[in-house]
């Protein structure tokens, strides 16, 4: 069935039946998110700010929740498709790559594998984005493809992401803390 509301129209019922901010929270100073039941509140800078609405379409164009495994298969969408200058997109995404690695990798994967070829709106003025029909985004973002096979060369991207990002977020910070550890006892 071809969607033709506008993705203005569609993103605000969207995010109303998914109880966030009208404005995606872009107005929001501080944002809390709960992690196993605990809530964890970080400031709302100005650079995820930025990458809120285009973000939030891109859920509404894919059709991924914001579920913490909806997070991680838009995670592997943004990454495979290029978060540009967007600097919260690639530090977000990456985290929510590695949470997606732990609790539903193979969605991950699919997600990832579902991106091949596919564009994304970090690069689109918001003016265009907003007269855009649900069907004409999904059309413009590569999503109305037929689903795509698994190729070598996805495994081999998959295994490079993850490994790059185990890497940064995870044996980086250990090394990190195990370094300081050793010269706060080593004196």
């Known amino acids: ?10 993103l ?3 995010l109303a039946s998914a109880g966030l901010p009208a404005d995606c929270g872009v107005s929001l100073r501080w944002v809390t998110v709960r992690l196993f039941g605990i809530p ?6 100005d650079a995820r700010r930025r ?22 298969e838009i995670a592997a969408f943004e ?7 967007y600097v919260a997109a690639w530090f977000f995404n990456c985290g929510g790559w590695l949470f997606g690695l732990a609790i539903a990798p193979r969605r991950l994967f699919l997600a990832f594998v ?20 649900v069907e004409g985004g999904r059309r413009e973002l590569g999503l109305t493809q037929p ?4 190729t070598a ?31 706060a006892t080593n004196r």
């Open 1 to 10: 069935m071809v969607d033709d509301r506008t993705i203005a129209a569609a």
């Open 12 to 14: 605000a019922q969207y």
């Open 40 to 45: 964890i509140a970080f400031p709302n800078w």
């Open 51 to 72: 990458v809120l609405f285009r973000h939030d379409v891109h859920h509404l164009l894919t059709g991924y929740r914001t579920t913490w495994t909806g997070e991680a």
């Open 79 to 85: 990454l495979r498709t290029g978060c540009r200058d």
């Open 114 to 133: 579902q991106a091949r070829d596919c564009r994304n709106l970090y690069a689109m003025p918001r003016e265009r984005i907003d007269g855009m029909t």
């Open 147 to 150: 689903a795509r096979c698994t």
């Open 153 to 183: 060369r996805d495994v081999g991207a998959f295994v490079l992401w993850s490994t790059a990002i185990v890497a940064v977020y995870v044996v980086a910070p250990l090394l990190l803390t195990a370094l300081v550890v050793w010269l």
